[in-house]
């Protein structure tokens, strides 16, 4: 069995955990809305057409915040069609997705389910086929309580309070050719800054995001986020990173690594954005909204479609990922590397939440379930408190065809008042690791918490008749002895464990579903068990 030896040291802290890495996206794109969070027809839905038992998967998610209405939707997007009575809204053309938008749902229908599910808000405005005076607008009507053309519209629309709404996002990926009025980052940058000048002249507490590099792979990143926070740095509070992951061409070795490029193209845009903050000598520091990341199987996404002029569907499936365990092991690897960046990466978005390349399914009329990417996000979400710690990892590592070498064991720490929280990832495809953590440092000795996704087949998956093939298990191969944590990882697995000092009293666990694993389980009455026992 292979060897990983682990290192904490809590006064090597990365920054505290905000509660915004754990937020989520929701576009009008496929099923994701419509069809998705709301079904009118469905058994579960209540009395404004939104299915119960989405909102119980959302919340048991632990989402904290949530981006919309898009997304590249955005960029073609009036936000007036959305609001007033339903009756009375237009039918429009999606352009992005080539579908029919009712707009069923707008501002105040997403906001009323959003209280459902406990989550903020985060809107992104039109800055593709619109402007400054468009934000401006919404910005009004969303935010002032009252007394203004706008603002009293809101009211009369049912919303007496305003929606309060302080994260916006400057368009959507503007850098991008398929992006509905698609600009250079100089044109783009002059756009924002004015954009979020205006903004802040009417409401000066909102925290505003500029639009990053759509991907790290695009040919003017860097010299995209230079050029743009060179207009717009001293009117905005987050620049946007983007990030999709999949396995190509059969390598899973590569795409368990994800992580790391991830780590890289952090560090990228965080040495970016402090190049410009030097050259100007500002004072302030721009953090990072990763308000995009998640695995997408992008390349079986049809480079062309079909795009009749008499053919726009309603709510088309479109990209209903049905993930795997690799993908869930991959998304938990992908929130270690932003609790790692914590002190830089203060918000992020997992894309997306509910059919559409989502943590959770929906079937028309039917049963709704978690896919394998749920645990791991609902998991961070609940136990990833306090501040986020360095761990160095001494442990064996693997060559990759698109990242180089990389550690077997991918770690990240948490510790809050007493309490630590652990997540790892084995990376090997076919052998177990023995990870040992000194834990005096720590200052935690009980072990309440040790849970696994794994399964022999890392293609395993939910479906609607098997939905809970894939799930967390306890890790019976986890315990405390003699101030030690030893726990065994299965191949292609993640693990999160969760400690205490003998002092604390045992953390309350928010009523989501989970697995216990026997605390300070004896390590030598364990190690025999083999993982699917
Ligand atoms: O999340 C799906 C799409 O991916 C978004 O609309 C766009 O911003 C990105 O390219």
Redesign the pocket.
Known sequence: MLQARLTIDPARTVGPVSRRLFGA?V?H?GRGVYGGIHEPGHPRADGNGFRRDVIELVTELGVTTVRYP????VSGYRWEDGVGPREERPVRLNL??HSTETNEIGLHEFASWLDEVGAELMLAVNLGTRGTLEALDLLEYANVPSGTTLSDRRRRNGRPEPFGVRMWCLG??MD?P??LGQRSADDYGKLAARTAKAMRQLDPDLELVVCGS??ASMPTFGEWERVVLGHAYDDVDYISC?A?YEEKDGDLGSFLASATDMDRFIEAVVATADHVKAVRRSPRTINLSFD?W?V?YLSRVPADLPRRIDDWPLAPPL?EEPYTVADGVVVGSLLMSLLRHADRVTSASL??LVN??APIAAEPGGPAWRKPTFFPFATTSRLARGVALEVDVDGPGYDTAAHGRVPVVDAAATADDGTAALFLVNRAQAEEVEVSVDLAALGTDVLDEALTLADPDPYAANTAGQQDRVRLRPNPRAAVVDGTLRVTLPPVSWTALSLRSARTDRPSTTGQQQDHAPATTPATETRSRTWQQ
């Open positions: 996206f576009e794109m898009g997304g590249n939707f992005a997705w959507n990926e991008g398929w992006q759509s991907a983007h999709y995009e998640n997408w990209s894309a997306q559409v390349i």
